[in-house]
């Protein structure tokens, strides 16, 4: 962190005092536009355009026209003013970001330079153009941390984790979500912390954990309720209603959908009641009352235009539905192309495998069974992505919920300078020339440190990856599985749980070099690797002990399990596909495999029996597997 001698502290506080030039005058009416700066940064509007407007015009006559850093910041706010349910506003807001970003002194003040370019993604993501604002999100994030700019840091992080969870990637959505968490209870934001939570409650729905939603949603519900928030609380029941569908709980999901669509209805906001529209004619076609559905989507239509493409998706898919039990054909057809596009502009794979079931049930009823057959077998395929995706990010999703401590301690960081910053920025702002001075020197310092930091810290991560990591296959290499299995040799002893090891290796390896080179040799590793990750998953541990040797470990695993896996990948490695080799290549794998038993009381003698009854295997015709 960043510190500067107190001495200087004080010479730089004398001068200032001795040299002030700013008349109170200006001091007063700089006074009255940051407190309404605060009260926009804060989220007091965030609910209430007309009132966003309102401060935006109470703080413009109070700016002098000389003070670009006020001027610049007035920007900020009012690029976000913008009312996205508007026709035309996310064009407008794109046009008046573009316009902002050229200011000739902007370059002077990165922090409002990288607010705009916030602004500029999120609308460009409401666009629709997806993929930009991702990478927008990215390299807005890395630069808001190099400026130690907190408040850029939790903003950036919670709009790209809920563009993540929107598209699926729940293990990245839930860290960004749990850290701008972390530092927008820091910044004591208790409205964006409210927007946050239901963000990371989305999350867990998204991600099939629907009791760990409910209760976040009935959590915020309450505190809406509290501070007479309602239309924030009718927003949970709608979001509660979708957990319940998730379920399995129709008949509940479509009493809170009707609840939440009838407050909607008396409030007269047209926008909102479309949307639990959408949602409603969703749950209602689940439970076949399809002309039920239908009149919602019917009201819906006009409302929900290309510009949402997320409830316009899903509209579109509602209807193709409800043409398919209708038995019309090519309304169907027309709402599944209506449908496609919108889900793939937002590369939502989860609604594409819905829509590609649809699309192959059409193609049945018209005979065209080709067709049937090529929609399902895409379907099969994004459905195995979103299994695995699934998979994965159930991992690192569970690694995410205990991390908390390291965004902790990066976030207190983060806040740390920040206090710093705001005290040295206090003291100089009655004088340009010495703010200047102060800042220039407190920002280099700071840089280097974090980039000291930064780079120490990359060097220390890439280090520890590649001694723990096999070069040319990726896997774990022999230090750290002889760790591992260490490991849970030492808890299958204190808890009595079942633990097992497969030791494989390569038939003939030495002829595959022999006969098509080391390159071959190489990429049959990195084959064998790569199967290994497809048959074990994220369940167990494989790791490149060897030359062609490989080793797995198998905790909660007993022997008959453990056979299974290890036949398993025998016969995926037998069954493979080698038309990426060389003509006539082939490969066959022969593995051991060993499990504790009441007599073991040291690791090594259940290896020894993996590596014997890899032998046995090779030795009895190879291409199988043997157990001792």
């Known amino acids: 962190m960043a510190k500067f001698n107190p001495f200087i502290k004080l010479i730089t506080l004398l001068i200032t005092l001795s040299f002030s030039s700013i008349s109170n005058a200006t001091l007063s009416n700089n006074a009255e536009a940051d407190a309404l700066f605060t009260r926009i940064d804060n989220g007091e509007a965030v609910y209430d355009n007309e009132l966003y407007l309102n401060l935006l015009n109470q703080i413009e006559p109070l700016i002098a026209k000389n003070d670009v850093n006020r001027q610049l910041r007035l920007a900020r706010a009012r690029c976000w003013s913008h009312n996205i349910f508007e026709p035309g506003q996310i064009a407008k807001a794109l046009d008046f970001a573009k316009h902002a970003l050229t200011h000739p002194q902007l370059s002077s003040y990165p922090n409002h330079k990288l607010g705009l370019e916030l602004c500029q993604t999120w609308y460009a993501e409401r666009d629709g153009d997806v993929e930009s604002a991702l990478n927008g999100y990215n390299n807005i994030l890395r630069k808001a941390y190099a400026l130690e700019d907190l408040r850029l840091v939790a903003d950036s992080r919670a709009m790209r984790g809920y563009l ?21 209870d820091n910044l004591d934001l208790p409205i964006f912390v409210e927007i946050n939570l239901y963000e990371i409650a989305k999350a867990y729905r998204r991600f099939g954990d629907q009791k760990s939603a409910i209760r976040y949603f009935r959590k915020l519900e309450q505190i809406k309720r509290k501070n007479n928030n309602f239309d924030s609380a009718n927003t949970m029941l709608a979001s509660i209603a979708i957990a319940e569908e998730e379920l399995g709980n129709l008949h509940k999901s479509k009493a809170l959908f009707e609840q939440s669509y009838q407050y909607w209805q008396k409030k007269g906001d047209d926008s909102l009641k479309a949307t639990v529209a959408v ?3 969703g749950t209602l076609i689940k439970l076949g009352e399809f002309k039920q559905a239908k009149k919602y989507l019917a009201e ?14 899903y509209m579109h898919l509602f209807y193709a539905q409800i043409y398919l039990a209708e038995k019309q054909l090519e309304q169907a057809h027309n709402s ?20 590609l079931q649809i699309e192959t049930q059409i193609f049945r009823e018209q005979g065209l069974w080709q067709r049937a057959f090529n929609s399902q077998t895409a379907y099969i395929e994004i459905h195995n992505q979103i299994d695995d995706k699934l998979l994965s990010s159930y991992t690192t999703e569970m690694r995410t919920r205990f991390n908390t401590e390291q965004i902790e301690n990066e976030n207190r960081h983060l806040i740390e ?33 974090s980039l000291f930091a930064y780079k120490q810290s990359q060097k220390n991560k890439l280090l520890s990856a590649l001694a723990l990591t096999d070069d040319l296959t990726q896997l774990p290499n022999r230090r750290y599985i002889y760790n591992k299995a260490q490991r849970c ?38 084959f064998l690797a790569d199967s290994c990750r497809a048959v074990l998953g994220t369940k167990y541990i494989a790791a490149r002990v060897g030359g062609e040797e490989f080793l797995v470990v198998l905790p909660n695993t007993d022997k008959a399990q453990a056979i299974n896996v290890a036949e398993e990948l025998v016969q995926r490695i037998r069954n493979a596909n080698f038309s990426s080799f060389p003509e006539g290549f082939s490969i066959t794998i022969s ?12 690791l090594l003698p259940l290896l020894k029996r993996a590596d014997d009854a890899l032998y046995h295997a090779k030795h009895q015709g190879r291409d199988q597997v043997k157990s001792l």
């Open 591 to 602: 593995a051991g495999v060993s499990s504790l038993e009441v007599t073991d009381n040291k």
């Open 300 to 313: 819906a239509e006009p409302i929900i235009l290309e510009n949402d493409p997320g409830f316009y998706s």
């Open 279 to 281: 949602n409603i004619a």
């Open 489 to 526: 040799f030492e808890e299958a002893l204190i808890y009595e749980r079942p633990l097992s090891f497969i030791a494989f290796d390569a038939d003939y390896f030495k002829r595959i070099n022999d006969t098509y080179g080391h390159e071959v040799g190489d990429n049959t590793l990195k």
């Open 336 to 355: 599944v192309a209506l449908s496609r596009a919108a889900f793939s502009s937002l590369k939502n794979a989860s609604g594409l495998a819905q829509l």
């Open 164 to 184: 993540h969870s929107f598209q699926g990637n729940f293990s990245q959505a839930l860290e960004d979500l749990i850290s701008a968490q972390s530092l927008y």
């Open 417 to 449: 300078n920040q206090k710093l910053r705001e005290l040295e920025l206090t003291m100089l702002e009655q004088n340009k020339l010495q703010q200047g001075i102060i800042i220039a020197l407190g920002g280099l310092l700071i840089v280097i440190i």
